[in-house]
């Protein structure tokens, strides 16, 4: 069967390169993709967001299974046109995304039904916001209600720190009408995990364990980003909080949003962090993670295509992972995440041994040289026996490459080894 992935980051580039390795699939399609994506699908010149084209192309090229990366496109409804048009797409409707697109629908949804999560309350009024943080208790969480590109949070160590965020989303529209209305949050203090599952209605099989490092700067310092790197497994999670972690958090949400109308399709993932009251929700998200995806996928060893087509037929399906760990470091452009600059040129050895690399923000020139677009640009990973090893080898490898123009944290991976 042909397959066709929705997206053009280092989440998108792991994805193919897994469905690639199907015994069921014969061509993996990607849109728009980048350049470095080569190696495990052909690129389909379409945007994101250019919904009817994506649509057309499906049926001519007879697509029988779409999966879908970011999240704009998942809130914008792709899934229902590809349904509506009688194309299989692994990925949530419109109305489920919204666990993910509007942040106090998620916070709705998990008080209805009991699922833990930090208190908070939602302003669309600077005073009437302002108030409220006076009487709150430092470190508090401000929150964008829509999507912003992970960057729509700030935790904030001060209440000047507070203060300005708040201004900045409801007066000065800093993130347009994602942030016309903010939550106010809780701020949870523990260990914070990424755990994701597949899910089809209230059939949910998780995923293993993955931790991004979310700031920008060594010791997790900084300001919020997409990701900076990740890793797999996730020993100071033990199995005991994951399993709770499914029975309070995953399940119920699947079936919570089943109740609720909006059977969910796809992956479900939840941003978590270990509190002395157990696991809690600090956010949903309706697709892969990125860069967990890119530590993940290639630790699984069942082939994912195989899974979510019986998954998507109502089961049974189990999921079998390797016992190596996996690590990986996000290379982006300096400045990164403000705004981007310039491009600079890639000088990337062909062979970098049994390390992954994964592409994100590349595009390529008429000789083929690759030049950096946007802020994170590739992410290097490796397997190893344990984390350290699997530390070592992609640090190793990062230290004799010429990166000018780029960074990259030292440390991914401090949490885990000591
Ligand atoms: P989010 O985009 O909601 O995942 O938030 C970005 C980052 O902010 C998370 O990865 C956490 O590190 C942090 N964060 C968000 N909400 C909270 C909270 N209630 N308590 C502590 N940290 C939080
Ligand atoms: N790594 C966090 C995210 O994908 O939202």
Known sequence: MKVLVIGRGGREHSLCEKIKSSHLVSKVFVAPGNPGMANVAEQVAINEGDHEQLVSFAHGQKISLVFIGPEQPLVEGLTDRFSEAGIKVFAPSQKAAEIEGSKTYAK?????YGIPTADYKVFREFAE???????????????ADGLAAGKGVVVAETRAEAEEALREMLLDEKFGSASSKVIIEEFLDGEEFSFMALVHGDLVIPLDVAQDHKRAFDGDAGPNTGG????????????????????TILRPTAEA??????????????????????PKVIEFNARFGDPETQVLLPRLKSDLVDVVVRLMQ?????????????LGVVVAREGYPEESREGVQLDLPNDLGDLHLYYSGVISDA??????SGGRIFLLAA???????????VYDCLNTLKLPGLFHRNDIGFRAIK
């Not at 000789?367 to 950096?372: L, V, Y």
């Open 314 to 326: 109502g089961g049974p399906v189990e999921l079998s992972w390797s016992n190596q760990a996996m």
């Open 228 to 247: 900076m790197g990740s890793y797999s497994p996730v020993p100071q999670i033990s199995k005991d909080v994951l399993d709770t972690a499914i029975e």
């Open 108 to 112: 709705e949804l998990m008080i209805k």
């Open 383 to 393: 397997l190893g026996d344990d984390l350290e090893e699997a530390q070592n080898k």
């Open 257 to 278: 949003l089943l109740k609720e109308g909006r059977s969910f399709t796809g992956i479900l993932y939840a941003g978590l962090i270990l509190t002395s009251g157990g």
């Open 129 to 143: 916001a302002k108030a409220y943080l006076d009487q709150c208790q430092i470190p508090i969480v401000i929150k």
């Open 367 to 372: 000789e083929g040289n690759f030049t950096s």
